[in-house]
């Protein structure tokens, strides 16, 4: 199958926005008439890392044009690709945001700002306990939940 293959199909089955990101991540990586597998393709899109690299540049667009977002476009093709968003790439991309912005903390003597992100931080681990991955591998995050507890 080629890419435009692949496209033809997926375009039916997805949102207006949802397909141009998809189409802007994958032709980014590979040609148009370039053979490639399906499961090529699901290794790319399955990967939260992908979006938020390859639609970087794409994110005023998204945001702006077609009010969305990454998170609600991964979730909607990791449906079309009968997968769960709640996978090791979307909870490792909410940890690796936490202890980012921890580290950032460090940093920060400024109280309002300090008060954003201690709340951003909080709303962003919300969503990481509420995934099942986190739930059912506690083990793999200790470090993490040891910095909060520290924090």
Same mark, same amino acid.
């Given at each position: 199958?080629?890419?435009?293959?692949?496209?033809?199909?997926?375009?039916?089955?997805?949102?207006?926005?949802?397909?141009?990101?998809?189409?802007?991540?994958?032709?980014?990586?590979?040609?148009?008439?370039?053979?490639?597998?399906?499961?090529?393709?699901?290794?790319?899109?399955?990967?939260?890392?992908?979006?938020?690299?390859?639609?970087?540049?794409?994110?005023?667009?998204?945001?702006?044009?077609?009010?969305? +977002? &990454?998170?609600?476009?991964?979730? =909607?093709?990791? /449906?079309?690709?009968?997968? #769960?968003?709640?996978?090791? $790439? @979307?909870?490792?991309?909410?940890?690796?945001?936490?202890?980012?912005?921890?580290?950032?903390?460090?940093?920060?003597?400024?109280? +309002? &700002?300090?008060?954003?992100?201690? =709340?951003?931080? /909080?709303?962003?681990?919300? #969503?990481?306990?509420?995934? $099942? @991955?986190?739930?059912?591998?506690?083990?793999?995050?200790?470090?993490?939940?040891?910095?909060?507890?520290?924090?």
């Amino acid at each position: 199958m080629t890419l435009k293959d692949f496209f033809e199909e997926f375009k039916y089955k997805s949102s207006y926005i949802t397909d141009l990101s998809i189409r802007h991540i994958l032709t980014k990586k590979f040609n148009l008439d370039q053979e490639i597998s399906i499961k090529q393709i699901e290794k790319i899109l399955k990967d939260y890392n992908s979006y938020i690299i390859y639609l970087n540049d794409f994110r005023g667009i998204i945001y702006k044009q077609y009010e969305s +977002d &990454i998170d609600t476009i991964y979730k =909607e093709c990791m /449906k079309i690709l009968n997968d #769960t968003y709640d996978n090791q $790439s @979307y909870c490792e991309y909410y940890v690796s945001k936490i202890l980012s912005k921890l580290q950032a903390k460090k940093n920060i003597k400024n109280i +309002d &700002i300090l008060n954003t992100l201690n =709340e951003n931080i /909080k709303n962003d681990f919300n #969503t990481l306990q509420k995934l $099942s @991955y986190f739930k059912q591998n506690q083990e793999q995050f200790k470090t993490l939940l040891e910095e909060l507890k520290n924090d």
